[in-house]
Every structure is written in C-alpha cells, then in structure tokens.
C-alpha cells in the first residue's frame, strides 16, 4: 500500500505493478544500489518508460515516477543522474 516505494537493492531485482491502481493515481520508486556493484533492474510489462532505464550506481540512488492510465503506469519524470 502506498504511493512511494522505497527500495534498497542487494541483488538484481525485477518491479512487479502494483495492485488495485485507480486511474489517475501516481506513485514513485526510490531505488538506492546497496549491492556492492552494478545492478539490473527491470520493469514489469505493465509501466511504460520513457527510455532506457539507467541503474544507479553502488551505493547510489534513482528516482522514478508514473501514473496509471487505466492500464498501464506511465512515466512522468525520472532523476537525471544519480543521488546519494
């Protein structure tokens, strides 16, 4: 439950959608790279990104936003660069 996820990564992770959206409802993912290197994260079919999706770097952090359509979660914006 919730609109900000927070996650702190140890190993390659893939997002699951979340369940029950309403349409309209806006959420964001706080991604920080705890695993000691690089990391791969994918995204479940269900968001539609912008672009590629950059992994932050070890010990760093990304932030990414969407809304959901009806069907899918839309991206709004994404962190340019990564943050500790």
């Given at each position: 439950?919730?609109?900000?996820?927070?996650?702190?990564?140890?190993?390659?992770?893939?997002?699951?959608?979340?369940?029950?959206?309403?349409?309209?409802?806006?959420?964001?993912?706080?991604?920080?790279?705890?695993?000691?290197?690089?990391?791969?994260?994918?995204w479940?079919?269900?968001?539609?990104?912008?672009?590629?999706?950059?992994?932050?770097?070890?010990t760093?952090?990304?932030?990414?936003?969407?809304?959901?359509?009806?069907?899918?979660?839309?991206?709004?914006?994404?962190?340019?660069?990564?943050?500790?």
């Amino acid at each position: 439950l919730g609109n900000l996820f927070v996650a702190v990564l140890t190993a390659n992770r893939t997002i699951g959608a979340p369940t029950n959206p309403t349409t309209g409802q806006v959420i964001a993912y706080d991604i920080k790279n705890s695993k000691g290197g690089a990391m791969t994260t994918t995204w479940n079919g269900a968001f539609l990104l912008a672009g590629a999706w950059v992994d932050p770097a070890n010990t760093k952090r990304r932030t990414i936003t969407f809304y959901y359509d009806g069907t899918n979660w839309v991206e709004i914006a994404h962190t340019q660069g990564t943050t500790t």
